[in-house]
């Protein structure tokens, strides 16, 4: 384990982090007990510790410097302080009462404290804060960082003696409150911590707001803690930890700009208007021919400069799909050992064996045999503008990911009975819903299908239910019986000509029952981990499917597929 | 003569903790020989409650776990050849309703629909049992009660049952048990100490919450049994967790990794 932190040192751009966020996503959910989102923060140099959200765990590559341990045992123990301040701090107390000084000793004793309450929980988790707090500073260092390094670990450590009088009663007094008051109540540490800095204060102990960085690399910058004023002379005194949000949002790269767009491409290639109903909620009633869907083909000149981009192909490995079987009453296998019927053929030729005084052939029975393929399942692509956002694991955009996994999935069942085709939708007000046919039934995967399918752009909002109807009428059109809809998207429905949030997810709703009722079956996947307010409503409660990140769409799209093909 | 069920009576209490009201809703249930429908993940328990409450009412319980290959022929039974030709054999849902046993079809929507629908006559008022091949009419006998399981989360090719097999049952629902109650049932169950059994029920509740997040299922409780006792005959918790959790429940390395950290979180 040792070996991730020398590669990293070695070679800054060996990607630690990305290969340890998916099991810290799981981590982070399974000990937070609801979705906890893990990723990179993109702070830049100064987001020296990680940063802490309502529904996020930032991670700061730069506290890997710092730590001694393997990254993936540091992030643990960041994951695992992160839930600790979620499930017991109150978060963003008013930061303004407090003198810088003060509130970074506050925010250590509720580090502490914290830490002790998950401790209880999850008695294991105590090994892991303390194998990465900061090493014990020099004899004669009395710094601010060195006493602080020196509390936490004479707070965490009980084996851990110190001759300094104030940690020696920084401990006591935290002990003495954990057994007079509790480890709940939180008022009665921060007064401890408001001693403790008083007299830091008294001892002329200097504290400079502007380097501060938390002493152990684990532990997060606590912003999560404070609400800060926004004006500026509040700005000027406070802490290093506060500036590390705006600082993160600076820094998170523009949305994707190929360069295929900045080459005029020829224009889209309408091949038809459809009108749609759209129910509406709140009057209970249909608006007819209410949204006008145009199918299109993408603009092929600026496909030729995408597909040359190496991100289309070969990221994923390839999928291989599962043989789905059926059982079928059009099959019957005769002169089975067992089965539902006796073979009356086989049975005859029994009893005249016996008669004959031969020995009976004993495989009499009949049974149902099994009937493979033919399912028709249509990924319906969201190409809305978000799809754009660059990941911030992976630096590749949700929009480049589903091409890959469609692309890969249309790959995989070329080999099978099964047809998949794959359309793409965005929407710009009700009187432009765009459907981009990407990839017909059964086509191959030439040069030509690559190109439309890496040409597409992504833009405007995602009028999900027009676009559903649309796919819903297409997959009518096909033979057979198993015909299935796999959604992809990255946010709830929306549009810039709608204000009510619910109207667009009820009328999905309502599109979504359309195609049940028609023998389509549906499943959505949503690679948003704030989907279940909207997708369950949507979709049901089992028809769909969460992922966390973007970097696990192909394995979950080939899963959603062999659900929906099982029929 | 004894009964053809009497090897189905259960002889001895098996161990049941209930969780709430679902004991007395049984045997209301069972007086008016009302079909009931059990619903819950893998491993709450729906089999051990049939078990127990078919040795409370000292009723024969015959069970038959449901599969896609089942058909309709291996419930009620078929024509067999023997020495003298054709002959007859009950199935084990014919020999419930002839006998008065309580039939119990565990995960029933994985029997094929054309299959389940032979359940149908029983569970109405009719509660009979038309064997079409063989020419016969079988009235249930007075004791005679169907019950079926299946977990609706199960995120396999499983479909839906029909409505109209659906709605000729009343339905007890089944969950994992509270927290004390788990623990209780998994201490009791493994021979394990209380201390041990919530360690191991919060390590399932972590993997619970990544259900439909990479997980089909979380940990149930009868994993939860298996780990402890495996600690209670010698391995290391980490060890019987590794086995019992974190093998059975995925083969994804990452998610291997994270139900490992929960157990580390939990044992060290």
């Known amino acids: 384990m040792k070996d991730d932190l020398s590669a990293h040192l070695v070679n800054p751009d060996a990607d630690v982090i990305d290969g340890l966020l998916p099991s810290l996503n799981w981590l982070s959910s399974g000990l937070f007990g609801k979705p906890l989102v893990v990723a990179e923060s993109t702070g830049g140099p100064r987001a020296r510790r990680t940063i802490i959200t309502r529904e996020q765990v930032l991670l700061s590559r730069q506290a890997l410097e710092d730590a ?29 009462v407090l003198k810088p000084m003060s509130q970074a000793v506050v925010s250590a004793i509720e580090d502490a404290r914290v830490e002790r309450l998950l401790a209880r929980r999850y008695p294991g988790v105590s090994d892991w804060f303390l194998e990465h707090l900061a090493p014990v500073p020099e004899a004669g260092n009395f710094s601010f960082e060195a006493l602080m390094a020196r509390m936490d670990r004479a707070i965490a450590d009980p084996g851990y003696t110190d001759d300094n009088h104030w940690v020696n009663k920084a401990r006591r007094l935290f002990e003495e409150t954990q057994c007079h008051r509790g480890l709940g109540d939180a008022p009665a540490f921060r007064a401890v911590a408001s001693i403790l800095a008083n007299d830091l204060g008294q001892m002329r102990v200097r504290f400079d707001p502007q380097h501060h960085v938390v002493p152990a690399p684990y532990r997060d910058d606590h912003s999560i803690l404070w609400q800060h004023d926004e004006d500026a002379q509040d700005e000027q005194q406070s802490i290093a930890a506060p500036r590390s949000a705006p600082m993160r949002a600076a820094a998170v790269p523009p949305p994707s700009v190929d360069s295929a767009q900045e080459v005029r491409p020829q224009a889209e290639v309408e091949l038809s208007r459809t009108l749609h109903a759209e129910w509406h909620h709140r009057l209970g009633l249909w608006r007819r021919d209410w949204c006008t869907v145009v199918e299109k083909l993408p603009a092929l000149a600026a496909a030729k400069l995408k597909h040359t981009n190496p991100l289309l192909h070969h990221t994923f490995s390839p999928v291989s799909l599962h043989r789905v079987r059926r059982l079928s009453r059009r099959q019957r296998l005769r002169r089975q050992w067992e089965g539902e019927d006796i073979d009356l053929n086989a ?44 990941s911030v694991a992976h630096g590749v955009s949700l929009l480049d990911i589903e091409k890959q996994a469609a692309f890969l999935l249309a790959e995989a069942t070329l080999h099978t009975h099964d047809c998949v085709a794959v359309h793409g939708f965005n929407s710009n007000t009700r009187a432009e819903v765009s459907y981009y046919r990407l990839l017909e039934w059964g086509e191959p995967l030439d040069d030509s299908a690559r190109d439309r399918l890496a040409s597409v752009p992504a833009r405007h909002s995602t009028r999900l239910g027009a676009a559903l109807r649309q796919a819903t009428s297409h997959l009518m059109a096909q033979p057979g019986r198993h015909r299935g809809l796999l959604v992809v998207t990255d946010g709830a429905p929306s549009d810039v000509d709608v204000f009510d949030p619910d109207y667009l997810v009820e009328d999905a709703r309502m599109a979504v029952q359309q195609a049940n009722r028609a023998g389509i079956r549906t499943f959505c996947l949503a690679v948003d981990p704030a989907a279940d307010r909207y997708v369950r409503r949507i979709f049901g409660w089992r028809d769909h499917g969460i992922a966390a990140d973007a970097s696990h769409l192909p394995v979950q799209l080939q899963r959603a597929f062999v659900r929906l093909a099982a029929g | 003569m004894q009964s053809p069920l009497h090897d189905h009576l259960i002889q001895s209490e098996p161990f049941y903790q209930p969780s709430g009201q679902e004991v007395e ?16 993940p893998t491993g709450c328990g729906k089999t051990r409650f049939v078990e127990y409450m078919a040795w409370k009412l000292q009723r024969p319980l015959v069970t038959l776990a449901c599969n896609e290959d089942m058909t309709a022929s291996d419930l009620v039974g078929r024509y067999l050849l023997d020495a003298q030709g054709t002959a007859w054999h009950d199935g084990p849902l014919t020999l419930a309703v002839r006998y008065g046993g309580i039939c119990y079809l565990d995960e029933v929507v994985e029997a094929r629909q054309d299959t389940t629908v032979v359940i149908h006559p029983l569970t109405d008022a009719r509660r009979i049992l038309p064997l079409d091949k063989k020419g016969e009419v079988i009235h249930a006998h007075p004791d005679f009660q169907l019950v079926v399981s299946y977990n609706p989360g199960y995120q396999s090719s499983a479909k839906d049952m029909k409505a109209s097999t659906r709605q000729r049952f009343a339905a007890l629902e089944f969950d994992y048990p ?7 049932i998994v201490a009791q ?24 997040r990479g997980l089909d299922e979380g940990a149930s409780t009868r994993v939860l049994v298996y780990a402890g006792i495996l600690v209670r005959d010698g391995l290391t918790p980490a060890q019987s967790c590794e086995m019992t959790l974190v093998r059975a429940l995925t083969d994804d390395p990452d998610m291997a990794k994270a139900i490992r950290d929960f157990v580390q979180a939990q044992f060290g």
């Open chain 1, 68 to 96: 001694v341990a393997p990254a993936s045992a540091l992030y643990r123990a960041t994951v695992a302080h992160a839930v600790a301040h979620l499930l017991y701090s109150s978060l963003k107390q008013p930061a303004r």
């Open chain 2, 25 to 40: 809703c049984y045997e209301r249930a069972y007086r008016h020989r009302m079909p009931l429908m059990l619903k819950g």
């Open chain 2, 178 to 184: 509270d927290t004390d109650t788990e623990v209780a």
């Open chain 2, 189 to 212: 169950e493994a021979g394990i100490d209380a201390v041990l059994a919530r360690q191991l029920v919060t390590v399932a509740q972590c993997t619970r919450a990544l259900k439909q």
């Open chain 1, 347 to 390: 049975a005859i030729e029994v009893l005249m064996d016996r008669r004959l005084d031969l020995q009976p052939e004993p495989r009499l029975f009949m049974r149902p045999g099994r009937e493979t393929g033919a399912s028709r399942i249509l990924v319906l692509l969201d190409l809305s503008e978000s799809t754009n956002d660059l």
